[in-house]
């Protein structure tokens, strides 16, 4: 069973995350968006997936550096999407058999 305590840092990492949405698009709703700034925008995601997973390349665990390798070949060749679910998944996998 999930405590209580559990489900208020769920909500409030919820509330974090759509609360930074909200004021982006509230502060950006009326502008348009210049070719560089479209090019920040467009990059961002990338950016958050590499911040989440660099932590594992200097990682000394077998299965997290497979499921980096599986990660990086599945963003060279897949959508954002699809490439964050393998991570998750390969990661999940891997950490059960191998860990």
């Not at 997936?49 to 070949?73: G, M, N, R, W």
């Amino acid at each position: 069973m999930i405590s209580a305590d559990s489900v208020l840092v769920i909500l409030g990492m919820l509330m974090a995350t759509y609360s930074t949405r909200l004021i982006g698009f509230f502060a950006l709703r009326n502008r348009t968006l210049g070719k560089r700034a479209a090019k920040v925008m467009d990059a961002a995601p990338g950016c958050v997936l590499i911040a989440v997973i660099a932590p594992y390349f200097a990682s000394d665990k077998p299965h997290e550096l497979i499921a980096v390798a599986v990660t990086v070949l599945a963003a060279s060749r897949l959508p954002m999407l699809p490439t964050v679910l393998i991570a998750v998944v390969s990661a999940g996998i891997l950490g059960h058999l191998m860990g």
